[in-house]
């Protein structure tokens, strides 16, 4: 069976310092791999995804950026964080072409820029 | 630009009452997922109508697709304490590679 992987789970950081967050995907191969942003309560905000290795779209521009150096990993980063960047950070993999694009999520990393 | 509606934003119910929440768009998709996020996890998958008037049952949940496939409907039976959380319906639409999420639901099913 997939699982999905995101670490940390929480972390604070100050206004200006860089920031990686993880994401991996066990069990299957090829997937498309998403990251979103939600705000409490709320609605999610897709921020990019990626259909292979490489291959990255950016869905809101931002001093975010995303990177897939394998297959199954997915790497959110910063350069210096904004107190805008705080919140809940999502990573999700789907089958793409070869299914649909049901979305299987992670746990989530909370995020607090202080 | 496709974009999804949800209503009603917010919900408290008594346990034990039925209740009905709605996605809507003047978009066509090709077909629509339901989730269901409890606080500070993930959103989990709850199905997908891909057929336009497909109904589908989850136990006391029933989901049905618009026929028109530009809406669809969440109807719980007897809520209870456990089916609190925010509902979020997506749509597969002519954006290849991603789905499009509405802003949700958030349903609190009172004890």
């Known amino acids: 069976s997939q699982t999905i992987h995101q670490w940390p789970a929480t972390l604070v950081q100050p206004v200006g310092s860089p920031l990686s967050l993880e994401c991996t995907v066990e069990g299957t191969s090829n997937p498309n791999l998403y990251w979103y942003r939600q705000a409490a309560g709320r609605g999610l905000q897709l921020l990019f995804y990626s259909v292979g290795i490489g291959q990255i779209s950016s869905e809101v521009p931002q001093n975010l950026s995303a990177s897939r150096p394998q297959d199954r990993q997915f790497i959110l980063s910063s350069k210096k964080l904004l107190l805008s960047d705080s919140g809940f950070y999502l990573c999700a993999w789907s089958l793409g072409l070869a299914g649909t694009y049901e979305q299987y999520f992670g746990p989530g990393t909370r995020l607090t820029v202080t | 630009t496709q974009l999804l509606e949800q209503s009603p934003q917010f919900l408290s119910i008594q346990e034990g009452e039925n209740l009905t929440v709605y996605c809507n768009s003047s978009?066509?998709?090709?077909?629509l997922q339901w989730y269901r996020q409890e606080p500070g996890e993930g959103p989990v998958l709850l199905v997908t109508v891909v057929t336009g008037g497909e109904v589908k049952k989850l136990k006391r949940l029933t989901f049905q697709f618009g026929d028109a496939r530009k809406d669809s409907s969440l109807h719980i039976t007897a809520a209870q304490p456990g089916d609190t959380g925010l509902y979020l319906c997506?749509?597969?639409?002519?954006?290849?590679?991603?789905?499009?999420f509405g802003p949700g639901t958030s349903l609190s099913v009172i004890p």
């Open positions: 978009s066509v998709f090709s077909s």
């Open positions: 997506a749509g597969e639409g002519t954006s290849y590679d991603k789905v499009i």
